[in-house]
Structure formats: structure tokens, C-alpha cells
């Protein structure tokens, strides 16, 4: 399970780790409250919100309302954002890069650290990073060596380093991400960006666990933001069986979507705002063929889904097996029809092209 920074970042300050001073914005929330200079930061589970213009510093009391309502509606890799953090503006000296993860080919928990943290940090390659397996016997000797690497104080450095070697134990975590790792105009460490991801086979130990799992829809994938054609089935196999068929039509498929066993509103609603960011984007095709899933909640999550998003491109829909009489009755008292084949959905969805 991917957390949001906000998530994240609640969890480091638990353990006494420094992050920034925060405040979380709904859509409704007054941004005016907020005193300048503040960082606004999108709250979606992707990271490279900086380069998209998911992170804005803003100076100017005047800019905030506006800045609030753009970063509100700017889609980062098909995510909308729920909520916004808005944060004190740190001083920064440097930015470096820091995180745990669990590295299943050393078996072994792996350290990366690197000097020089930042958006531009997949242009360093995988050899220019300290790299060190690290464990709870190691841990003085580990922080000596990333202090020595990073040119601080070693005791600046393990302070740090055992609460974020504690906190990714006890959170069961399996990525922890510190980027940037902010050294502050008055010589202290804050982290600037926390990605973390929690290991779900861990839950039952973690009755506290009450994230906003905004990635359940992991079942989504980006193919081509260019792509003409949205799809949406149910099974891995069905929905790359889909993707195929667009694809030998000579169309662009922009998605891959399983939406699995149970249809609900919320993944599907979330789906058809993904695929409205795609600029391209001519009809959705839906290919359902429903076992376990039944074609009622599929056509009810349709209906609801489509009433909440206006500028939808058309939707061209086949559904066979469980319950598909009703879910036919339920789309056509909405007014949505049905097609008998993928074959047929295609043809159709060729003609808006
Ligand atoms: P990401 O692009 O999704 O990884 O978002 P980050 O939270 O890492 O922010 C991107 C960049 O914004 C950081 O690397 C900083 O350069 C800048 N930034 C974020 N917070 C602050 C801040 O408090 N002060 C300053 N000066 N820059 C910040
Ligand atoms: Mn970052």
C-alpha cells in the first residue's frame, strides 16, 4: 500500500522525526488563512509532482487562492488530488537523498543514499549511489560511513538514521523515501518529501492503519497518454485481450484496466477521471464478461460514475453473464445502450476517430 506524503509524513512526526510545519486543504478549505511564504503540494500517489506543477512555492498572499484551485484540478499522471498540504517554506542548503527499502535479491534491508537529492534524481545512475545493506547490529557503523559520505556530524546523522531505520521497521514498511532530505539554512536535517509503501501481508498487525489507499486502482496502467481509446474489463486476461483488439484495429489503446472481481463506483468514477486527462481520448470501450463480478453493479457504477463527470467521450459497452438482463435495463432506463460484441464496441468506437 502506497501512503500519501501527508500519511507519511503524519508517521514520521509520531516517531520525532523533523518534517515540516503542515496543514492539510480540502477543496473547500479558505486558503486565505494561510500566512506566506507556503508550500502548496498536491497529494496524489505519484511522485515527480514538482516537474508537473504539483509543488508551488508561493511568496505572494495574492497568487494563494489561485495557486490552490489550479494545483486542486491539475491531473498528475491521471490522479486528481483529494487534499493538498500546505507547508511551511523550508531554507534549504542542500538536498540529498535517503531511503530504506527491502531488497528482495540481497535479501537484506538496502540503504541508498545520494548527495544530491531533488527532481532531477533519476539522472543519477544506480552506481553513484551509497548503497549499504543495513540491520539493527550494523546501524553505528552504517550512519558513521552516510555521514562521512555526506560531509556532516556524526552524531547530526544517526540521530536521523536510527528513527528512520526504527520507524520503517515497526511500520512494516517495505519502501521508505526521504527525497530531498533538506540540511536547512540553520544546520538541521528536515524531511522535505517522504514516499513510503507498507507491506499489505502486514496489516493484521496494524490495527492503526486507516490510509486513504488511494492507489486501488493498481489495476490501472498507463499506456499511452496519447492514446485514443480508453478500456475498462474485468480479468488481467480479458482487459489485455481488450487492449489487443483496439491495438489490431489500428487505434491506440491509453489504458490497460482489470477492474477485478467487484465493481465498485469509486474505482470506476476514478478511472473515467484518469482517462479524461488524456488529450486524445475518442471513446471508452467496457468489456465485461461477468462471473463473479455481476453486470448490475458494473452498469450501477457506470450510471453513477458518468452522472458525476460531464465531459465523458462515448462509451461503447458490452456485457455478458451474471445478471446482464438487469444491468441492460438499468443502462437503458439511463440511456446508455449496450453492444453484443467487442468486435461490434470497436467498429463503433473507429467511427469518432
Ligand atoms: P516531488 O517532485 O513529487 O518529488 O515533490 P517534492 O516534495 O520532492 O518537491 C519538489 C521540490 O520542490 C523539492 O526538491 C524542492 O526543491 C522544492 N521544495 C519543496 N518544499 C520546499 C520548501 O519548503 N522550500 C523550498 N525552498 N523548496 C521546496
Ligand atoms: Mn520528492
Known amino acids: 500500500m502506497k501512503l500519501l506524503e501527508f500519511e507519511a509524513k503524519h508517521i514520521l512526526e509520531t516517531a520525532d522525526i523533523p518534517v515540516p510545519a503542515s496543514t492539510l486543504l480540502t477543496?473547500?478549505?479558505?486558503?486565505?488563512?494561510?500566512?506566506?511564504?507556503v508550500v502548496i503540494k498536491s497529494q496524489v500517489p505519484v511522485g515527480g509532482r514538482g516537474k508537473a506543477g504539483g509543488v508551488r512555492v508561493v511568496d505572494n498572499k495574492e497568487q494563494l487562492e489561485s495557486i490552490v484551485s489550479k494545483i486542486f484540478s491539475l491531473p498528475i499522471q491521471g490522479y486528481i488530488p483529494h487534499v493538498?498540504?500546505?507547508?511551511?517554506?523550508?531554507?534549504i542548503k542542500q538536498e540529498h537523498y535517503l531511503s530504506l527499502l527491502i531488497d528482495r535479491d540481497t535479501?537484506?534491508?538496502?540503504?541508498?543514499?545520494?548527495k544530491e537529492g531533488g527532481i532531477n534524481i533519476e539522472n543519477h545512475a544506480k552506481s553513484e549511489f551509497l548503497s549499504l545493506p543495513v540491520s539493527k547490529k550494523t546501524?553505528?557503523?552504517?550512519?558513521?560511513?552516510?555521514?562521512?559520505?555526506?560531509?556532516?556530524?556524526?552524531?547530526?546523522?544517526?540521530s536521523l538514521l536510527y528513527k528512520?531505520?526504527?520507524?520503517?521497521?515497526?511500520?512494516?514498511?517495505?519502501?521508505?523515501?526521504?527525497?530531498?532530505?533538506?540540511?536547512?539554512?540553520?544546520?538541521?536535517?528536515?524531511?522535505?518529501?517522504?514516499?513510503?509503501?507498507?507491506?499489505d501481508a502486514a496489516a493484521f498487525r496494524h490495527p492503526e492503519w486507516h490510509f486513504t489507499d488511494s492507489i486501488k486502482d493498481a489495476n490501472f496502467v498507463t499506456l499511452d497518454d496519447r492514446g485514443n481509446i480508453g478500456t475498462i474489463a474485468n480479468g488481467a486476461g480479458l482487459a489485455m485481450a481488450t487492449v489487443d483488439a483496439v491495438a489490431a484495429h489500428k487505434m491506440t489503446p491509453a489504458n490497460f484496466l482489470d477492474i477485478g472481481g467487484g465493481a465498485n463506483a469509486e474505482a470506476i468514477l476514478r478511472a473515467f477521471q484518469r482517462m479524461n486527462t488524456y488529450i486524445n481520448l475518442k471513446?471508452?470501450?467496457?468489456?465485461?464478461?461477468?462471473?463473479?463480478t455481476r453486470c448490475d453493479e458494473v452498469a450501477r457504477a457506470i450510471i453513477a460514475a458518468k452522472e458525476q463527470i460531464a465531459s465523458l467521450p462515448p462509451l461503447y459497452i458490452r456485457?455478458?453473464?451474471t445478471n446482464f438482463e438487469e444491468?441492460?435495463?438499468?443502462?437503458?432506463?439511463?440511456?446508455i445502450t449496450t453492444l453484443s460484441s467487442l468486435e461490434e464496441c470497436l467498429v463503433a468506437a473507429e467511427r469518432h476517430l
Do not use: Q
Not at 493538498?84 to 531554507?91: M, S, T
Not at 523515501?177 to 539554512?185: D, K, M, Q, R
Not at 471513446?283 to 463473479?292: L, Y
Open 27 to 37: 477543496p473547500r478549505a479558505n486558503s486565505n488563512t494561510l500566512d506566506v511564504p
Open 84 to 91: 493538498l498540504l500546505a507547508e511551511e517554506k523550508i531554507e
Open 107 to 114: 535479501e537484506c534491508i538496502r540503504l541508498l543514499v545520494h
Open 139 to 158: 546501524i553505528t557503523e552504517d550512519a558513521i560511513r552516510v555521514a562521512t559520505y555526506l560531509g556532516y556530524p556524526i552524531g547530526l546523522v544517526s
Open 164 to 199: 528512520l531505520f526504527d520507524v520503517f521497521i515497526e511500520s512494516d514498511a517495505v519502501l521508505l523515501e526521504i527525497n530531498p532530505l533538506i540540511y536547512t539554512a540553520s544546520n538541521t536535517f528536515v524531511c522535505g518529501d517522504c514516499k513510503m509503501e507498507l507491506d
Open 283 to 292: 471513446a471508452i470501450v467496457i468489456n465485461i464478461f461477468a462471473g463473479i
Open 319 to 321: 456485457l455478458a453473464g
Open 327 to 335: 444491468a441492460v435495463m438499468l443502462l437503458s432506463e439511463a440511456n
